[in-house]
């Protein structure tokens, strides 16, 4: 049992490894074989992902006596070999992603698995590279498994081509490339001045700085802060976004949602280990509100569902880093059930896109990707019967009542984004200011936090009529519209992800404290600092010394 | 040789950095490239620079590091070139799908004027 759990960190990293390079080597027609493989993967890794939520808490002392498990991989001493860590923080993220990767692919097993575009291989790869970076102790390896998400979703967004999918991809990828750039720039510079890449050990290190060092250091940690900003959607070069996302395909860009929360955890992680609170907080700040303020006009000015939803990932990001920036340590708590909260719906979000596209007319009834794929190509492929993709809506086991469903899930996923109270939208919200404004003596309460205030607020009025002006374009002008016919794998995933929602909104307080120990267990590195170090006094399993 | 060189990756990442501003797909392709390789070479320097020392540590006793260079930065470099090539390579690809769809090289898949 110990052995098991001794190995269960390195798990949510070798579990989609395995399984999306084995779903390669399945035949195109043994569908059924390579959709339970994914989902056997799924489940495996939201089961050890829930493991390790438990083991992180103080439920488990006997197991990582402070809440803080380390892997050595090679079973090399921390700060010369690659180790993976998970404290609290870490363990929340690769939950989250657990969950949004188990129901976007459930969605997607419905119509997405089109011969020769392998999805479910590039699902598993974009969870691995994610989960990777959430448990990596080592800067390097951030950088490795950022790009290993980056590859798998740039796989994605490109799925079903056509020339808008092209030219969103070549704008993602360009961004990306550039961000990718200044990431390595940044972590040379840090290993240049501190020599090491060990994110415990940089923290010992960049504290004992000389004054001329520790400059050229912040300079390093500055670059490599615009690279994760620049995932995360942060203002000035977030313009990528909403154009990259709404022309993904559904359930690729609810696989996303997770992408710039990625961004988001680099910049706490980093951000606390290296001490750079100070400098960073007022940028946060600033930037946050610039991000909310243009994703808010954004919002209103938005078109279309999906763009709509791409911006509001940027309003939710906006609040995130702006409530970041006022530097409270409580906040941190809040700050992470807000991130859960607009995680999980925008997965629902972009998941009911996909649905609600349908409803436009009855060509479009099946998704472009499928007028586009002539018969020829699925014989290339060895499958005997085209006709099944064709016919493709009619199949599978249809739920009744699709419109009043979607419409009931749009209004549920409107009131979260929003924040109006029924849904923990609304807790998450309230949380975040009541709790930075308990925080303040009433008498001096400065006044960046009365402008974050103003800013949150409005941008849920301007969120409110945004929304309903477009959900009444969407369900009540009946005019050439078609009503879809919704299989149950695919408003399953949909269906619980809102329940999941809701079930956070009853369960608040155990939530939230489980995230206010992470937040403390964050400003409070010197544990995981000395836990990592200490793999090097010789806690090292016997019998596999390195030379 | 320090001077050269940080010469050397001034020069590759001005030109990339103009290049990537450009609004032909094939210069910010190049742009990249230069771009990469500024970004090796930087990475290699934050190495230090020395000459005729090798990373490898012979097997009998490291009592002094001084014969040696840092080889931590050699292996960053040779991951950043592989995982560079790789999305270089897919850019190129998009590059490609881009003009036959559009029928354009712009980046905006349209002419400014169109």
Redesign the interface.
């Known amino acids: 049992m110990t052995f098991v759990l001794q190995h269960l960190v390195v798990l949510p990293v070798l579990v989609p490894l395995l399984a999306g390079a084995a779903m390669l080597f399945l035949a195109e027609s043994r569908r059924v074989a390579r959709a339970s493989l994914a989902l056997a993967s799924m489940l495996i890794q939201l089961a050890v992902a829930l493991g390790l939520l438990y083991l992180t808490s103080d439920a488990a002392p006997f197991i990582w006596s402070e809440g803080v498990g380390v892997y050595s991989i090679g079973n090399w001493p921390a700060p010369f070999g690659i180790v993976l860590v998970v404290d609290r923080l870490s363990a929340v993220m690769v939950t989250l992603c657990a969950i949004v990767s188990l129901s976007t692919l459930v969605y997607s097993i419905a119509r997405w698995d089109i011969p020769g575009q392998p999805f479910h291989s590039l699902l598993q790869f974009l969870a691995m590279g994610l989960n990777g970076a959430f448990l990596t102790g080592d800067l390097?390896n951030l950088f490795?498994f950022f790009?290993v998400s980056l590859?798998a979703s740039?796989g994605l967004l490109?799925r079903g081509?056509?020339?808008a999918r092209?030219?969103a991809?070549?704008?993602y990828?360009?961004v990306n490339?550039?961000a990718?750039?200044l990431f390595?720039?940044g972590?040379?510079?840090m290993?240049?001045v501190a020599g090491t890449?060990n994110m415990a050990d940089l923290s010992i290190r960049a504290a004992a700085l000389s004054p001329a060092d520790r400059t050229l250091f912040d300079a390093g940690a500055a670059i490599l802060g615009i690279a994760f900003l620049t995932k995360a959607g942060s203002w000035p070069l977030n313009l990528w976004l909403p154009g990259a996302y709404s022309a993904a395909v559904a359930p690729a860009a609810a696989a996303f949602a997770m992408m710039t929360k990625l961004g988001l955890y680099a910049v706490l992680r980093l951000g606390t280990l290296l001490h750079e609170d100070k400098t960073l907080g007022v940028a946060l700040f600033y930037l946050g509100l610039a991000t909310l303020g243009s994703a808010t006009i954004g919002m209103l000015a938005a078109k279309h569902l999906a763009r709509q939803v791409g911006y509001s990932v940027l309003v939710s990001m906006g609040i995130l880093l702006a409530a970041l920036g006022l530097r409270m340590e409580s906040l941190t708590g809040p700050v992470l059930y807000y991130m859960i909260v607009s995680v999980l719906t925008t997965t629902t979000f972009f998941m009911l896109t996909g649905m609600t596209e349908r409803t436009r007319n009855i060509k479009a009834a099946t998704p472009a990707t499928h007028a586009e794929s002539p018969p020829p190509r699925h014989l290339a492929y060895g499958i005997k019967e085209p006709s099944a993709y064709d016919t493709r809506d009619d199949a599978g086991v249809a739920i009744p009542a699709a419109m009043a469903f979607l419409g009931l899930v749009f209004v549920c996923c409107a009131l979260l984004v929003i924040g109006l109270p029924p849904l923990p939208g609304f807790i998450a919200k309230f949380a975040l200011l009541s709790e930075a404004l308990a925080q303040t003596p009433t008498t001096a309460v400065p006044a960046s936090l009365w402008v974050l205030c103003g800013a949150v607020l409005l941008s849920g009025v301007a969120g409110i009529i945004a929304f309903s002006r477009i959900g009444m374009r969407l369900f009540w002008s009946v005019t050439a519209r078609t009503t879809p016919r919704l299989r149950v794998v695919e408003a399953a995933p949909v269906a619980a992800l809102v329940i999941l929602c809701l079930a956070l909104g009853i369960a608040a307080e155990p939530v939230a404290r489980y995230l206010d120990a992470a937040g403390r267990s964050l400003h409070a590195p010197d544990i995981y600092v000395r836990v990592v170090l200490s793999q090097r006094d010789g806690q090292r399993p016997a019998g596999a010394s390195p030379p | 040789m320090e001077i050269i060189y940080s010469l050397a990756i001034g020069v590759l990442a001005g030109s990339g950095v103009w290049l990537l501003l450009r609004p032909r797909t094939f210069q910010v392709l190049l742009g990249f490239t230069l771009l990469s390789y500024a970004t090796n070479l930087f990475i290699f320097g934050m190495g230090r620079l020395t000459l005729h020392k090798a990373p490898i540590l012979s097997t009998h006793g490291i009592a002094d590091a001084t014969p040696y260079a840092d080889p931590v930065p050699q292996a960053l470099v040779l991951t950043a070139i592989v995982i560079g090539f790789a999305t270089t390579a897919l850019f190129l690809v998009l590059l490609l799908a881009l003009r036959g769809l559009a029928g354009t090289d712009h980046v905006d898949g349209q002419e400014p004027d169109a």
Do not use: N, P, T
Request: hydrophobic share 70%.
């Open positions: 390097f490795v790009e590859a740039y490109l081509a056509g020339a092209v030219k991809g070549l704008h990828l360009a490339l550039a990718s750039l390595l720039i972590v040379a510079m290993y240049g890449l």
